[in-house]
């Protein structure tokens, strides 16, 4: 992306009669200027920090086609509250790395592993739903003992893992 001046974007569903299906890795990489994007509904994947450090970025549609967002794409972004449609199913490694303004995220029931990093450095993060019985934590995806609560189901691993780290632990 090399516009300038723009602090909403919207990226089209079609470019020269084809389907607009991904954004490439880096493409926006640390754009200060965008506040919020409008994503169409034939997107299908978010490649390798697309969006990393536009610490400005704080709202965007998150569309039912859209199924994978890859690794530290909304690191240090300026987002506060998250949520996901249920057809979401890969959250990939340090996706909200360092976004200090993020306060509340909800996941889909697809989503099944929190890797590495995920919500390290959320200084501000109160609240992730994970309404996913059988979903995997890494033990580096939260901070420990951050006051983060997680909300989940009763008897997953969800529980487990928030008791083990410190946190604080909510039935879905």
Request: glycine share 8%; aromatic share 12%.
């Amino acid at each position: 992306y090399f516009g300038t001046g723009h602090k909403k974007v919207e990226i089209p569903a079609v470019v020269d009669g084809l389907p607009v299906v991904s954004i490439n890795e880096k493409c926006f990489e640390d754009n200060k200027e965008i506040e919020s994007l409008v994503l169409p509904e034939t997107l299908q994947v978010i490649h390798y920090r697309a969006f990393y450090g536009c610490e400005n970025l704080k709202s965007m549609n998150i569309p039912a086609s859209l199924t994978k967002i890859l690794g530290w794409d909304f690191a240090h972004t300026g987002f506060v509250n998250v949520s996901f449609p249920e057809t979401f199913m890969v959250l990939d490694y340090g996706m909200f790395y360092g976004c200090s303004s993020l306060e509340t995220v909800t996941l889909s029931s697809a989503i099944d592993y929190l890797d590495e990093n995920t919500f390290r450095g959320c200084d501000n993060l109160k609240k992730v739903v994970i309404p996913c019985a059988t979903v995997d934590i890494d033990i580096k995806a939260f901070e420990a003992e951050s006051g983060v609560v997680l909300v989940g189901v009763k008897g997953s691993y969800t529980e487990k893992y928030a008791k083990a780290m410190g946190l604080t632990f909510q039935e879905y």
